[in-house]
């Protein structure tokens, strides 16, 4: 059986003097965390800060969000300040069960900066913190997909969801192939290690693609016709077929006079220094400019001073790591100092070194100048009379021919290797009705859930369809017209439903808990329904909402009651201020 972890109790602690803030104990059912002021009041009192701990108590990453306004980032500067001086922590316990529990999990967050993360008292760094939770909860070993991109489908607090985030609830900067991979290992759709490795060969293949374009871009502003494979590969022959003339006349020329040989020959080697200095130039007056940059950040960095705080938080993690370290934080802060003083003076010297290299080549390529102008003695020497030009035409060519072949088999060598991935993805997808249960078997089941729930809670019956192709997006609703804000409030809420009875039936490994925020919009009668329903089913459904909307859902004050298990007020607030 999968492991099923409900939420159990949240604590709020002064770190100093351990006393506890706040204690909230969960139902197995609905969970009001309800907000008393008058609705022009609302979002102030903490009912969404409370979710947000409930976030962070199981690994977001923004600590600020819990003192920072969201709408204007105003800084709530006392909070920010108590928090910090009272060392406050969250501490949430997870459980199989409410009673009787066999496994629990308890997280505990520091809310100050620099705060330090633990699962049953053993600290994590951030990175291992996410992983072991992925452990635990996902039972996902490999941790693909990470837990932060699975958790988000359970606890969804933003605060501007709509129909089209109750799929894509990751943002739009998320890859399809990403979405797939999350989706095939909720629902279980197919078998993790194959779903990892197409999702891993459509990375690649992207990244084919992108270097090729990279490539072509670069020749098509060298060149003046287009630069694809196609074209270069017709574009060739009509290349080679000039060379080989142009060379045919150089043979009769060079053939019948040694002494155009000899002086071409001088010409040619005085040409080929100079094309050596000047590349030598061009790449010192490159490292010059390179260091004097670097130099003026290093001075820049040593005026601004080190980020103690950024050192801080790294000195503390590696003390996680290695708890016997003798080298104190100061030590840490002296020999970064120490570090930037060489830094600075390692690219003093080497400027130096440069500029005196720099020197020497303007000598030399000055020198080059005058025995290459026009008109020096080297180049009236009657035998070269025409040669010059048809020779230099015939080399010109053929050094563009090397270079274009070049790039023709570098682009060819793209192409071959979209093949070769392409043709792995066509092999995985055509084994995995043989390797896993059929996909469409499990939409279909999903699909029961849903429809039924939806048709309790919005009188309609959509669907989802799961897509095989990691280009698209891997699931759509359908039969579903356009609706309101209120309606998809309830769709997500009937979708989330939905997912917790087919994760019940085939034993998935997954939180059987859900957190949503702003249910304001929602209709009366629509949250009696999904209250009932949560309830009847044992779905922990955790929820913030304005005490008159409860009052005007129908609801009975028994269940109200029963259903909130905490209430917040302006003089009632969420850290007890």
Not at 118 to 143: A, T
Not at 175 to 193: G, M, R, V
Not at 331 to 357: I, P, R
């Amino acid at each position: 059986m999968g492991v099923c972890m409900l939420l159990k109790t949240l604590r709020i602690v002064n770190g100093v003097s351990l006393n506890t803030l706040r204690t909230v104990n969960f139902n197995s059912g609905v969970n009001f965390v309800v907000d008393n002021e008058e609705s022009k009041s609302q979002n102030k009192v903490g009912k969404t800060t409370f979710l947000m701990l409930i976030y962070i108590a199981l690994g977001s990453k923004d600590r600020k969000v819990l003192y920072t306004h969201p709408d204007n980032g105003v800084i709530n500067e006392p909070l920010r300040q108590r928090i910090s001086a009272e060392k406050i922590f969250v501490e949430l316990t997870l459980a199989d069960s409410l009673v009787n529990s066999s496994h629990t999990i308890t997280t505990k967050v520091e809310l100050f900066p620099q705060g330090r993360r633990f699962i049953n008292n053993v600290p994590y760094s951030e990175k291992g913190f996410l992983e072991e939770l992925n452990r635990q909860i996902f039972d996902n070993e490999h941790n693909s997909p990470r837990f932060r991109q699975l958790l988000t489908a359970f606890v969804r607090v933003s605060e501007k969801r709509d129909r089209s985030q109750i799929l894509k609830y990751l943002g739009f900067s998320t890859s399809n192939a990403e979405y797939h991979s999350i989706y095939q290992f909720l629902f279980k759709l197919e078998d993790p290690s194959t779903s990892k490795r197409i999702s891993d060969l459509q990375a690649e293949i992207k990244k084919n693609r992108d270097s090729k374009s990279r490539l072509i871009k670069l020749i098509n502003e060298a060149e003046s016709q287009s630069s694809d494979s196609k074209n270069l590969a017709e574009y060739l022959p009509l290349l080679e077929a000039r060379s080989v003339e142009l060379q045919r006349r150089v043979d009769e020329v060079f053939l019948d006079s040694t002494g155009t040989q000899d002086a071409w020959k001088d010409l040619t080697d005085l040409r080929i220094r100079y094309a050596q200095l000047t590349s030598s130039w061009s790449r010192i007056v490159f490292e010059i400019d390179r260091t004097e940059n670097a130099i003026n950040r290093n001075v820049g960095e040593q005026s601004s001073g080190i980020d103690e705080d950024v050192l801080q938080e790294f000195y503390e993690e590696i003390r996680e790591y290695f708890p016997g370290i003798k080298k104190k934080f100061n030590d840490l802060v002296d020999f970064n100092k120490a570090l930037s003083h060489n830094k600075l003076k390692f690219f003093e010297q080497n400027l130096a070194s440069l500029v005196v290299e720099k020197e020497a080549l303007g000598v030399e390529l000055e020198e080059l100048r005058a025995l290459l102008a026009p008109k020096t003695p080297i180049e009236s020497i009657p035998e070269l009379d025409g040669a010059v030009e048809l020779f230099s035409d015939s080399r010109e060519l053929n050094i563009r021919l090397g270079i274009l072949r070049e790039r023709a088999a570098s682009i060819a060598a793209f192409d071959e290797n979209e093949t070769r991935l392409k043709d792995e993805i066509n092999s995985l997808n055509s084994n995995r009705d043989i390797n896993y249960q059929s996909p469409e078997q499990k939409i279909r089941k999903f699909n029961e859930y849903f429809g039924v729930i939806s048709e309790k809670l919005l009188d309609i019956s959509p669907r989802i369809e799961y897509a095989f192709d990691l280009s698209e997006f891997p699931l759509k609703f359908t039969n579903i017209d356009e609706t309101s804000t209120g309606t998809d409030k309830t769709l997500m809420a009937s979708f989330d439903f939905s997912y917790q009875l087919y994760a019940r039936y085939y034993e998935i490994s997954s939180p059987r808990f859900i957190v949503h925020d702003l249910l304001e919009s929602i209709s009366g009668s629509n949250l009696q329904k999904m209250f009932h329903f949560a309830e009847s089913n044992g779905i922990q459904f955790v929820t913030a909402i304005l005490s008159e909307k409860l009052e005007s859902s129908g609801l009975t004050r028994n269940e109200i009651s029963q259903a909130s298990i905490v209430s917040f007020t302006g003089d009632n607030r969420v850290f007890g201020d």
